[in-house]
């Protein structure tokens, strides 16, 4: 088999279940073909496939938009809801938080909500401070949400076949910069369960534990440090909640020594979650602190320079790795 | 102004005394304190409940609010199980995790309580898209006051609603206050079905203590929703005779205020006409009777019930945690 884009693994994941299931639908501001198939076309062609009931092109009402999908998944459908870019999570936040995670425990279980809130982020493509934030943390903070978010087009393709299936919300989280990414195609129906993370690169020194598009900054610095005689350990956590800690801890365990690193700002991030657990649950274990990267607390900048410089980059990873190891 | 026939009247007194004996018997226990929970009196608007929910088949969606106890009784959740959530008991119908502000009873297709001003609304869509998509021919009503229609997702909600002539009715009771602010206070527009014709929907306003307005307007809207012609924005005019909740403060509400909504009291009126369509006395002390019996009951078992254990904190956060 040949490969296959993020995009179009993302794509495929959604045809594919809307083919198996006639319950699943798409719903979002221009994700029609009349719109042509969304803005990163990742529901291209379905339109033509599927109808303009299944594909529903929305007005620019993003409360309205989740509202709907909350509604139809009460009734047993599984849509999939689009909003376009995740600071615009800021309009619906209340039926995110308030109605989609709360619903099953408030009707003691007599009510669900499988739903995928599909969004897209990231820093380094100049978009400016309302449409680049990494904001997890929000969604990790809540009972009843999933949080995921994909580093490759094979763990795209898998993630969103598991959301799909999951009986509640899920929060899909896709990195702009991440969507031409290549993965040897993982074939039809290919799933990746949620909550389990994977090593991404084995290693004995310490632990690098991230997500999303810093993987590939970690795994980058992984291959150099190996030159120097460092041996890192990736983890990707891919379901960043509720997220695998027995792998995370049992990675710690055998290094002894812990990074957290994601793009989101570092202050209240989920990185300060896992490295709290870490060290309440490996103290023994551990050589010395856990340390964490994140972006810089400040709203996320528009010239290029200032966002490089704003943004995590591997010179930080490696010299956090070296200080760790006492050869900062 | 066309009738209603005898037996759907009958049906509708009924379940506006199920409605009305509920929350008279719910301010009792608290005025005697053998309950403290959250509670929004409902007195004055139980005929628009009443008479919209007597529109609804059985098996038709309802969103409503925290001041829902209307919709949840009329709509026919069984009095055992909405007591004993109302008191926190396992044995109600969401366990005594919802409570009154969530009350949920897929049964008899109340899907969510909401206790935020103006969230149904999107959610109500949501419910009859899935039934457009489906083709299973159930309409979606979701009530909210005339609060709810200053917030962003009525709009949303109504434009997108009228864009894909989605099968729900708009219920706004018009009860004059949002919260404790006037009407007039929170906004100059003269009405708020005349807010529909903004987003191309049918809007109507009717007189929600006349029970021949209120169900004709209900069941038009509910037949529109049916035959696939769209939505309806229905705002039926009713008072809130307490205060925003039990025990809360209702002195900023004017003198002349409190006596129209005297002199408007849905159920005097519809006593009248009960008895001038022929219904004795008799007939209707006994159905109140009937109705006191059952909350009597209710009330007695919910009070006698158990408590939810801690074990609950862990369960219906997921359905599972991944292992």
């Keep these: 088999m040949g490969e296959i884009t993020m995009a179009q693994a ?12 006639s319950g699943v639908f798409c719903l979002g501001e221009d994700v029609a073909a009349k719109q042509g198939g969304g803005v990163f076309k990742i529901t291209a062609g379905l339109t033509e496939k599927y109808g303009e009931n299944r594909i529903r092109a929305t007005p620019i009402s993003e409360t309205a938009i989740v509202g709907a999908a909350v509604g139809a998944a009460l009734a047993g459908q599984r849509p999939i809801a689009e909003i376009m870019l995740m600071n615009f999570v800021g309009v619906c936040m209340d039926q995110i938080v308030n109605h989609a995670a709360k619903l099953r425990f408030m009707s003691g279980g007599q009510t669900n909500v499988p739903l995928v809130i599909r969004t897209t982020t990231g820093v380094g493509v100049g978009f400016g401070g309302q449409h680049s934030d990494m904001l997890e943390a929000w969604f990790a903070h809540v009972a009843g949400l999933h949080v995921v978010t994909p580093s490759n087009a094979a763990d795209a393709q898998g993630l969103m076949r598991s959301s799909i299936d999951c009986n509640d919300p ?49 795994l ?39 990074l957290t690193l994601h793009e989101a700002v570092r202050p209240f991030g989920t990185g300060a979650e896992i490295a709290a657990n870490i060290q309440e649950k490996c103290w023994d274990s551990l050589k010395g602190p856990v340390r964490r990267i994140g972006g810089t607390f400040s709203p996320v900048p528009f010239a290029s320079v200032l966002e490089q410089a704003w943004i995590p980059n591997k010179q930080q990873i490696v010299d956090q790795i070296k200080a760790s190891m006492g050869r900062g | 102004m066309a009738d209603i026939d005898r037996d759907t009247l009958l049906d509708i007194y009924t379940r506006t005394m199920k409605v009305n004996r509920t929350d008279e018997k719910f301010r009792s226990l608290l005025m005697q304190g053998k309950v403290a929970v959250m509670y929004y009196c409902v007195r004055g608007q139980e005929l628009v409940s009443a008479a919209a929910m007597a529109a609804l088949k059985d098996e038709d969606y309802v969103v409503c609010t925290y001041r829902g106890q209307g919709e949840q009784t009329a709509k026919g959740i069984p009095a055992e199980k909405w007591w004993a959530e109302c008191l926190g008991k396992v044995t109600g119908t969401c366990k005594g995790k919802g409570g009154t502000m969530h009350i949920t009873h897929p049964e008899k297709g109340i899907m969510v309580t909401t206790g935020v001003v103006g969230s149904g609304l ?39 609603a009228q864009l894909y002539k989605l099968p729900v009715v708009f219920l706004c009771q018009n009860n004059r206050y949002g919260e404790h602010t006037a009407f007039a206070d929170h ?21 929600g203590n006349d029970v021949f307005a ?14 696939g012609e769209g939505p309806t924005l229905i ?3 009713c008072y809130r005779m307490m205060g925003h909740f039990f025990g809360a403060d209702f002195s900023y509400m004017p003198k002349e205020h409190l006596a129209e909504m005297q002199r408007e009291d849905p ?5 009248a006409v009960m008895l001038e369509r022929q219904f004795t006395e008799d007939e209707l002390d006994a159905i109140v009777a009937g109705i006191d019996a059952e909350i009597e009951d209710a009330v007695a078992k919910a009070l006698a019930a158990d408590l939810p254990g801690p074990e609950e904190l862990q369960i219906d956060v997921f359905e599972k945690v991944p292992a």
């Design chain 1, 10 to 21: 993302l794509n495929r994941a959604i045809d594919e279940a809307m083919a198996e299931n």
């Design chain 2, 187 to 207: 906004t100059q527009s003269e009405s708020i079905y005349g807010r529909a014709a903004g987003y191309g929907m049918k809007g109507v306003r009717v007189d």
């Design chain 2, 122 to 160: 999107p959610i109500a869509n949501g419910l009859a898209m899935a039934s457009q998509n489906t083709g299973d021919g159930k309409v979606t009503m979701v009530s909210f006051g005339d609060g709810a229609a200053n917030i962003g997702a009525f709009h949303e909600a109504l434009n997108m």
């Design chain 2, 267 to 271: 159920l005097p009126k519809l006593r």
């Design chain 2, 214 to 227: 209120m169900y004709h307007a209900a069941k038009d809207a509910v037949d529109r929703a049916r035959a």
């Design chain 1, 170 to 218: 899920v929060i899909f989280i896709e990195n702009i910069l991440c969507y031409g990414l290549k993965s040897q195609d993982p074939g039809p129906g290919y799933r990746v369960p949620l909550g389990k993370a994977a090593v991404a690169r084995e290693g004995s020194d310490v632990s690098v534990i991230t997500y999303g598009r810093t993987v590939l900054d970690a």
């Design chain 2, 235 to 237: 705002e039926a005019m």
């Design chain 1, 220 to 258: 980058a610095v992984a291959s150099e440090l190996a030159n120097e005689g460092i041996s890192v350990e990736v983890i990707d956590l891919r379901s960043i909640a509720p997220y695998d800690e027995a792998t995370v801890l049992a990675s710690v365990r055998k290094t002894g020594r812990a």
